[in-house]
């Protein structure tokens, strides 16, 4: 019985662990392999090197942060962006969970108002 009870516990603690290395260390959207996640947010704070944006209503990106952080690279749009522009963002559907939320692969930045 004894026995019965030690096995049942190992192996719960063996589930336990493994089902714990299995999760992400941040927050993703649902991507797949090559795909990439494209949203938009609203320019907020413009700093050396990164954008402060907050994610418009109805993204994916808005249910796990309200303000994220962009690094200023790729952008594909001829005017550089200023505080209240929408832009879109493609990235690799990986967020950085810290507050604010960090965005570190960025494909894509276009402003589209």
């Known amino acids: 019985m004894k026995k019965r009870l030690l096995l049942i516990l190992v192996m719960s603690l063996i589930l336990t662990v493994a089902a714990c290395g299995t999760s992400g260390g941040g927050r993703e959207p649902n991507v797949a392999g090559d795909e ?40 594909d749009s001829p005017t550089e962006p200023e505080v209240g522009n929408i832009l879109e963002i493609e990235y690799d559907g990986s967020i950085a969970e810290s507050y604010p939320a960090q965005i570190m692969n960025v494909y894509s930045i276009h402003v589209i108002e």
């Open 36 to 75: 990439t996640a494209t949203f938009q947010a609203v320019v907020l704070e413009i700093h050396d090197g990164y954008y402060l944006v907050e994610p418009v209503e109805g993204s994916a990106e808005l249910n796990s942060a309200d303000r994220i952080t962009i690094p200023m690279t790729d952008m």
